[in-house]
């Protein structure tokens, strides 16, 4: 359960300065953002469960995490 949590967080990162450097307003990002990370933790637990095998759900979530942090280095905002 807590690599669907921080999957989604890693991907709302990612959701929020995508959006919001491509000029969208900062309350319409958030709104948005959490949409999309609802839809896609929906999907991550039905594919978790349908999965065969672990590794690939594993490795999936650990790349969303991974790219948040360069992505949010790479920006400026993170640390």
Do not use: E, K, N
């Not at 958030?30 to 065969?52: D, E, G, K, N, P």
Request: a positive charge; aromatic letters at 12%; one cysteine or more.
């Amino acid at each position: 359960m807590g690599g669907g949590y921080l999957a989604s967080s890693s991907a709302m990162v990612i959701f929020c300065l995508l959006l919001g450097s491509a000029g969208v307003a900062r309350a319409d990002v958030v709104t948005l953002s959490i949409l999309l990370v609802f839809v896609l933790y929906a999907c991550l637990v039905l594919w978790v469960f349908a999965a065969r095998v672990l590794w690939l759900p594993v490795m999936v979530f650990s790349l969303l995490a991974a790219s948040s942090y360069v992505l949010m280095s790479f920006s400026g905002h993170g640390g």
